[in-house]
C-alpha cells in the first residue's frame, strides 16, 4: 500500500485509541484499550497521576485511578513482567512464559542465580509457606546487603529474580511496591504451559507490528535476541507471502514498513479521508478537546513523536533542571490529528491544587486561535475532574488569551 503520512499518523493514532476521540468506556473499555495498545508500560512516579493513568484517561470515557490494576490484580485479566515493565493480557502468558524461560538461560540471570543461590531457594520456600512476600518484608539488619539496582537486600533481588524467571507472580501492588506469590497462585492453570520457540517469535514479532500500528521491524520488541535480525527478515517475507504482513508505503519516510493485513482495510478507509466505523467517538473529538499524552504513550515516546508529528518531545524528568528546555513533566498536546504544545502540570495534594506550570506552543498563533483555546480549556477541565482537583492555578501559562479561559475554568 502506498498511503500519505497522514493517513500514517491518524492510522497509528486510531489503532492506540487516540483519533478521533474516546471511543471506549468504563472499566469494561479499559479493558479493550489495553489489549489495544498491547503493552501498558508502568512508572511510579506520580507528578500528576502515574503515567499508565494518563495513558488510559486519554482513551477511555469515565476511566478511574488504578482501574488498569483493577484489572490486573483483582480481575486477573493482565499481569505485570519485564524489565521493560508493562502490563499483558493474561491469556498471552504462554508465549511470556517462553521469554522467561530465555531469560532463566542467559548469562546475567545464571550469574544472578550462582550469586544469590542460597538466598534464590530461602525465598522459594518462603513463598510457599507465606502465600505472598514483599521485599519490605525483611529488614535490613536480617539481610545481606547487595549493591544491585534491583535493591540493597538480597532478598529483593532473588525475589526479582524469581519474577523475571517466571517462578513468581506480582500478586498485588502496595504503593507500587510489587507484592509477589508462586506463579501457579496467581495464574490459571491451563496458562502455565510454556508455548514452543516458533510460536513465541512469531507472536512477539506480529504484537510489535500491532504495537506500531506501521513498524519498520527493527528494535528490541521485534527481535528479542541479539543475532536475530536474518531471522526477522526471514518471517517478514514468509508472512508477507502467507497474508498475515503486508508492506506499506508512506510518502516522504525512507524504506519500505509492514502493517498487519487484518488492518489493510482501516488503514484504506483513513486513506479515503473517512474514519472506521469502530473508532467513531464516543464522546467529544480530538478537535473539541485536547487530549494531553503521558510522558511514555507508544505514540510519542521514544523518538516516535519526531516521524509522526514533526515535535521533538524528550521527556525531561531525567534531564538537569539547568538543561531543561521544557517542564519536568511536560506532557505533548494533542489537537485533531497533530501534536501542537506542551504543558507541565503538578498535582499538589495538600491543597487539591492542579498547576499547570507552563505552556509552551509549537506555532505561536495558536496564543491567539479561540478553537485551540477552547479545545485545551475542555481537556484541562477533564484533567481536573480526572485527579479530584479542588482549584486549579494557570498562574503558569502566559498566552493571555488562553490563561482567561482557562479561568473561567477554576472550580
Request: aromatic letters at 10%; a neutral charge.
Amino acid at each position: 500500500m502506498k498511503i500519505s503520512r497522514e493517513t500514517a499518523r491518524r492510522f497509528i493514532l486510531g489503532r492506540q485509541g487516540l483519533w478521533p476521540g474516546r471511543r471506549w468506556r468504563g472499566v469494561q473499555g479499559t479493558e479493550r484499550a489495553m489489549r489495544s495498545m498491547e503493552h501498558l508500560q508502568l512508572d511510579p512516579l506520580a507528578i500528576m497521576a502515574r503515567a499508565q493513568d494518563l495513558m488510559l484517561h486519554s482513551r477511555v470515557i469515565d476511566y478511574q485511578l488504578d482501574d488498569w490494576a483493577r484489572l490486573t490484580y483483582e480481575r486477573r485479566k493482565f499481569f505485570d513482567w519485564g524489565g521493560w515493565l508493562a502490563v499483558r493480557p493474561m491469556d498471552e502468558l504462554p508465549y511470556w512464559r517462553n521469554l522467561m524461560r530465555r531469560e532463566r538461560e542467559m548469562g546475567h540471570w545464571r550469574e544472578v542465580e550462582h550469586e544469590h543461590h542460597e538466598t534464590i531457594v530461602e525465598m522459594r520456600r518462603v513463598l510457599r509457606e507465606r502465600g505472598t512476600v514483599a521485599n519490605r518484608d525483611f529488614t535490613m539488619a536480617t539481610r545481606k546487603r547487595t549493591d544491585s539496582y534491583r535493591g540493597r537486600k538480597d532478598s529483593a533481588v532473588a525475589l526479582y529474580y524469581l519474577w523475571r524467571i517466571g517462578d513468581a507472580m506480582v500478586h498485588h501492588r502496595e504503593r507500587f511496591e510489587r507484592v509477589y506469590a508462586p506463579t501457579e497462585d496467581v495464574a490459571p492453570r491451563h496458562l502455565l504451559e510454556e508455548a514452543s520457540d516458533g510460536e513465541t517469535d512469531d507472536f512477539m514479532r506480529r504484537k510489535h507490528v500491532a504495537f506500531e500500528g506501521i513498524s519498520p521491524l527493527t528494535g528490541t520488541y521485534a527481535l528479542y535476541h541479539k543475532g536475530e535480525r536474518q531471522a526477522v527478515v526471514a518471517w517478514r517475507e514468509q508472512t508477507v507471502r502467507d497474508g498475515v504482513l503486508i508492506e506499506v508505503e508512506v510518502d516522504g519516510w525512507r524504506g519500505i514498513r509492514w502493517a498487519l493485513a487484518e488492518d489493510a482495510d482501516d488503514i484504506a478507509t483513513v486513506e479515503r479521508g473517512r474514519v472506521p466505523r469502530a473508532w467513531r467517538p464516543q464522546g467529544t473529538t480530538t478537535i473539541d478537546e485536547a487530549t494531553f499524552l503521558a510522558p511514555l504513550d507508544p505514540v510519542s515516546a521514544r523518538k516516535r513523536a519526531a516521524s509522526l508529528f514533526d515535535f521533538d518531545y524528550i521527556w525531561e524528568v531525567y534531564t538537569p533542571a539547568p538543561k531543561r528546555k521544557f517542564g519536568y513533566y511536560a506532557l505533548p498536546v494533542l489537537w485533531g490529528d497533530r501534536l501542537v504544545a506542551r504543558f507541565d502540570g503538578r498535582l499538589d495534594r495538600s491543597t487539591s491544587t492542579f498547576a499547570i506550570l507552563g505552556l509552551w506552543l509549537e506555532d505561536d498563533a495558536l496564543a491567539a486561535d479561540g478553537a485551540f483555546a477552547e479545545a485545551f480549556a475542555c481537556g484541562v477541565e477533564r484533567m481536573s475532574r480526572f485527579l479530584g482537583a479542588e482549584r486549579l492555578d494557570v498562574s503558569g501559562v502566559p498566552q493571555r488569551r488562553i490563561r482567561d479561559r482557562l479561568t473561567a475554568s477554576t472550580p
